[in-house]
């Protein structure tokens, strides 16, 4: 009650002519179109923070609202902008909100205090998220960004946003938002809008997308398509290989272009921040340059694009904001890149930025509530590309923040360490065994639970025709544990996987990978069966799903790398042609061996005469006894000699 009386007198006070400092001017007194970005600067840890009060910055003008605020926000608990809404409300402002379904089954503090004074709310996309983070105030002013309106979001993670003065903008936005606050249409039911998209704000072109109904990923690949220069990007969920693959078409022609030119001389930070430091047009080397958040490296597995683009050496960081506040924890703590901004072909007549709520994922493009912005012109690119120097400054190598976060763990050899230097060398991880042939095409659906004991009426052992489990075993030939994390097998055309934070070989010891895949994957029927190998080190696709990656190793073709997170090739096996050995012969089944000398260096994987047929009576210990009187390989133990 005591609340309610506070936010009903300052109501009082603002709708009386009190105005708060920074808040926009009264009607009479028109600014004209115009766009501003905010960044909030958290910092790399505590007390290295400059925030720009971004937070400040919206509640303000809330506070300035004379007729309607209509917001549409996914996770809201920042205080300032909660109580700016309250009120406005009690002013008499019409004030409305569109929340997600999940977070608000969750119980988001934001929404409670809205429903607690009557606030109305419309909830939506109930199986996917309704992301957008925008405010719409007086049908004039438009507040969107990459941020969600949470203390992390303001505080302790890095975000942009933009305040667009202009009436068009704000009816393109309204027009978004009453599909979802007054048709309750969300996600795939929203329909195209039907009123423009394009406007020109001051010095500012602006274009606005919302997803899934517009197609804002085709935008964004045909702006990267036509990228000539450059492409500085800072992404938090990474996970569409569309994006990925024209990062890495551009990065192919620039490299080829800096060599031209004699720019490849030039040290990757002084390329990074050419257009930073001034350079313009035929001065500039070019270039694309990546800072990747690490919850998501983490959290995204094998989806994340970041092992593709390391690969192919694309020159990126992982963001270095430690700002926390959980010291340490930057997951429930902060201390997050939660940025989705792509610098285009900065220093150039055609500068550009791609911001807004739409993360590069399959489910903002086909499923979330989203907004994309398209920003050009020099002046608002060049305030971007000053924060995304800031940003790279602070980041991280990617492998020596591999090595740091796994500091403790004893005379860990990275691929470069703290200092910089590269102790890991071609040779000191081998891939020493090959298992590729794993089903020979004639499975029969219907018996995917094969019970081996029972009678058949296939007339064969169904054992011998449900298996494509696939391995790739590797060995660790120095006396130091080595840090695999970020490495990638490569098939000579795009990575097969990648190994994720924190895996480590030890001295002397095998590491097993396996790809399981012994029945259909079927919803209603949970994958049974007994799988082909044991004792894995690492494990792909363990739901069975095909849109995971796979080993998908071929018979008919075997080249395969492996590559560290610089992209150096540290081994290699195959010369692009049928495997050297192995594979189905009648009803056996074998591996692919390296041989292994007893000392001294192991023998080029490229080399037929380095490789032989796995021997034995019966498999190895480590494959299933269902399976070793037919497949014949020794995974995670040292090949017969």
Same mark, same amino acid.
């Given at each position: ?54 937070? /400040? ?28 809404? #309250? ?5 008499? #402002? ?20 809205? /429903? ?140 080829? @272009? ?11 930070? /002084? ?111 060049? /305030? ?119 895996? #480590? ?33 690492? #494990? ?49 089944? @074998? ?51």
């Amino acid at each position: 009650m005591r609340r309610n009386l506070i936010y009903l007198l300052t109501a009082l006070l603002l709708a009386g002519g009190v105005w708060t400092v920074g808040c926009g001017p009264p009607e009479d007194e028109p600014m004209g179109p115009q766009i501003q970005v905010l960044f909030n600067s958290p910092g790399w840890r505590a007390g290295t923070e400059v925030n720009r009060m971004p937070s /400040e910055f919206i509640s303000e003008r809330i506070d300035a609202a004379r007729v309607s605020v209509d917001a549409a926000v996914y996770g809201f608990n920042k205080q300032n902008i909660i109580d700016a809404l #309250v009120r406005a409300h009690y002013r008499g #402002v019409e004030v409305r909100l569109v929340a997600d379904a999940g977070e608000y089954g969750r119980g988001s503090h934001g929404y409670v205090v809205m /429903e607690e004074h009557k606030i109305p709310i419309q909830t939506g996309n109930q199986f996917h998220i309704m992301h957008d983070k925008f405010f719409i105030v007086d049908d004039r002013f438009v507040f969107v960004g990459t941020g969600n309106i949470s203390r992390s979001e303001f505080v302790f993670n890095n975000n942009n946003w933009v305040w667009i003065d202009h009436p068009g903008v704000a009816d393109a936005f309204t027009a978004e938002f009453n599909q979802m606050f007054e048709g309750a249409r969300f996600s795939a039911a929203k329909e195209p809008l039907g009123v423009p998209n394009t406007f020109q704000v001051g010095d500012t072109e602006v274009e606005v997308w919302f997803a899934p109904q517009d197609d804002a990923m085709g935008r964004i690949l045909e702006e990267l398509k036509a990228v000539h220069t450059s492409i500085h990007f800072s992404i938090f969920a990474f996970t569409k290989d569309q994006v990925a693959t024209e990062f890495i078409n551009r990065h192919r022609e620039f490299e080829a @272009y800096n060599r031209e030119m004699g720019f490849d001389d030039m040290p990757l930070t /002084e390329r990074a921040n050419a257009a930073f430091n001034g350079l313009r047009d035929d001065d500039l080397p070019k270039g694309v340059f990546g800072i990747l958040d690490r919850s998501q490296l983490h959290g995204n597995g094998q989806y994340h694009q970041g092992y593709r683009l390391a690969a192919n050496e694309v020159p990126m960081r992982l963001d270095g904001n430690y700002n926390s506040r959980i010291p340490g924890d930057y997951q429930a703590g902060g201390g997050r890149l939660h940025a989705k901004t792509m610098i285009l072909d900065a220093g150039t007549p055609d500068a550009r930025v791609i911001t807004g709520s739409f993360n590069w994922s399959s489910a903002a493009t086909i499923s979330n509530d989203e907004v994309l912005l398209i920003l050009r012109g020099e002046r608002i690119t060049d /305030e971007y590309i000053r924060e995304y120097n800031t940003l790279w400054q602070t980041a991280k190598d990617l492998s020596a923040s591999m090595c740091i976060l796994m500091k403790d763990f004893d005379q860990l050899t990275c691929d470069v360490d703290v200092a910089g230097n590269a102790p890991v060398q071609p040779g000191d991880v081998v891939i020493s065994e090959v298992h590729f042939d794993g089903w020979n095409g004639e499975r029969d659906p219907s018996h995917h639970t094969c019970n081996p004991g029972a009678a058949s009426d296939l007339g064969f052992d169904c054992r011998r025709r449900i298996t494509n489990d696939q391995f790739v075993e590797l060995y660790n030939t120095t006396d130091r544990p080595i840090n695999m994390s970020l490495w990638t097998l490569h098939n000579g055309h795009d990575i097969i996987m990648g190994f994720t934070p924190g895996t #480590v070989i030890m001295p002397g010891q095998h590491f097993l990978v396996l790809d399981h895949n012994t029945v259909p994957l079927s919803e209603r029927d949970p994958q049974r069966g007994n799988h082909a190998f044991l004792n894995p080190d690492f #494990v792909l696709n363990t739901a069975n799903d095909p849109r995971f990656r796979r080993l998908n190793l071929k018979s008919g073709y075997m080249d395969l790398s492996l590559r560290n997170s610089k992209a150096q090739t540290i081994d290699h096996v195959g010369d692009g042609g049928p495997a050297f050995y192995g594979g189905r012969d009648g009803d056996m089944n @074998y591996s692919m061996q390296r041989i292994m000398p007893s000392s001294g260096p192991v023998p080029d994987g490229r080399e037929r005469s380095s490789w032989q047929r796995a021997s034995g009576a019966t498999g190895g210990s480590n494959v299933h006894e269902d399976f070793r009187d037919f497949i014949i390989a020794s995974p995670g133990e040292p090949n017969p000699q």
